[in-house]
């Protein structure tokens, strides 16, 4: 059994150890200590990293009360060794996990919402409430998590046995827990049974921030960071915000009302241009119709490659399609995809599936349908046009 010193104080940072076995694994060796400072996954904290003696450890995990550390090189059982915390991963796993506490604490106390599930991650962490909250609770849970940050509280973890711990009140118990638990106690704040690491004193935390919240499952899934965390990520967005207010030649406050401005222009132009684009395929249909080719049934082939959205391409093909003995092909570009279709106008005669399949062929795509109509698409390719040409042709034959 390794002994988890880190358990019993979180700010230890390096240890002498004893190797008690070591064991390949794909590109990693497992290694057994008789002790360790490093943290292993668990309690959804992620794992600490750090080295044994020069050699990283980039992953830890724990099997049978023993912290297995994944290490990039082998060692010798009984070899005596010094481990070391990267303490900068250790204190934001602590931020973390600590300010899950104390945010959950928070909803519990002053909206009576219960967190039912949590989740970490390198760039955020969520916890799922049981009831759907609003902005203004949000808020307010907010404001009391990091009042808990700035009276800088003790934070307590210890053994208690399982009588001693049904006499504590706690926003979640766990009744399934027998025998010795870790109970971490927040100063006349949070109390919960947790395995992970948490700093002395609720200061370490240094910030809880909400990113965002949205209805999930019947209750809420709070999206936020902590510490060193969340001070980037405002760093970030405040960057991002002042860069557009200054494109739009607005304060900060005005970006969001500047935005919808713009977006509704943007929607009113992009209508005109559709209406205009129709326009002009109308006065060019006659000129299209009298140069289109003419297959073997007598049917005139209408085809149309171009840089066209979807809802164009729509609008073009019941535009086309409503012409008599017409075989209509449109090959439309767009940023990131092809999008084709197929469709015989009346009395006409082919088989759009087929001509569908040829394009599927031609541009790696999916897509069919049936005789009188078909459509599909691929991802974007840089010669679509050449690609396209040879489609055209082959629905002239």
Not at 186 to 201: F, K, Q, S
Not at 267 to 290: G, H, R
Not at 352 to 373: M, T, V
Request: hydrophobic letters at 35%.
């Amino acid at each position: 059994m390794t002994e988890k010193l880190f358990e019993q104080n979180s700010m230890l940072t390096e240890c002498d150890a004893t190797v008690v076995s070591c064991t390949p694994k794909e590109d990693k060796f497992l290694v057994v200590l008789d002790k360790t400072v490093i943290f292993p996954e668990g309690g959804g904290q992620l794992s600490d990293q750090g080295k044994i003696d020069d050699v990283k450890v980039s992953y830890a995990a724990e099997k049978d009360k023993e912290v297995i550390h994944y290490a990039d090189k082998a060692f010798q059982p009984g070899q005596k060794v010094h481990v070391t915390l990267d303490w900068q991963v250790r204190l934001d796993r602590m931020q973390q996990h600590t300010g899950e506490h104390i945010l959950s604490y928070a909803f519990w106390k002053s909206c009576g919402a219960n967190n039912i599930g949590f989740h970490m991650n390198e760039e955020m962490v969520t916890i799922d409430l049981d009831k759907e909250v609003t902005q203004e609770e949000v808020n307010k849970a907010e404001y009391m998590a990091n009042q808990e940050i700035w009276e800088n509280k003790k934070i307590s973890c210890n053994y208690m046995n399982d009588s001693e711990v049904a006499k504590l009140t706690m926003r979640k118990k766990n009744d399934k827990i027998h025998g010795s638990i870790r109970i971490v106690a927040v100063e006349n704040g949070d109390i919960c049974t947790c395995c992970g690491t948490h700093p002395p004193l609720t200061g370490y935390i240094g910030l809880i921030k909400v990113l965002r919240f949205e209805k999930h499952k019947g209750g809420t899934r709070v999206e936020f960071n902590c510490g060193a965390r969340a001070l980037k990520n405002m760093q970030d967005r405040n960057i991002a915000l002042v860069d557009t207010s200054n494109m739009l030649s607005v304060k900060e406050a005005d970006v969001p009302e500047a935005v919808t401005r713009l977006k509704s222009e943007l929607v009113e132009l992009a209508a005109q241009s559709k209406e205009k684009t129709m326009e002009l395929f109308k006065a060019q249909l006659p000129d299209l119709l009298a140069k289109a080719p003419v297959n073997a049934n007598g049917d005139k082939i209408l085809f149309v490659s171009k840089k066209l959205d979807p809802k164009e391409a729509k609008s073009l093909m019941q535009l086309l399609s409503a012409e008599n003995k017409v075989v209509v092909g449109i090959v439309a570009a767009q940023a990131q995809r092809i999008s084709y279709q197929f469709a015989l106008g009346k009395e006409a005669k082919g088989d759009c599936k087929a001509y569908c399949q040829k394009a599927n062929e031609l541009f790696g795509g999916k897509g069919g349908g049936s005789p009188i109509f078909a459509q599909g698409g691929s991802a974007f390719c840089a010669d679509w046009e050449s690609k396209a040409k040879q489609l055209q042709e082959a629905l002239a034959q």
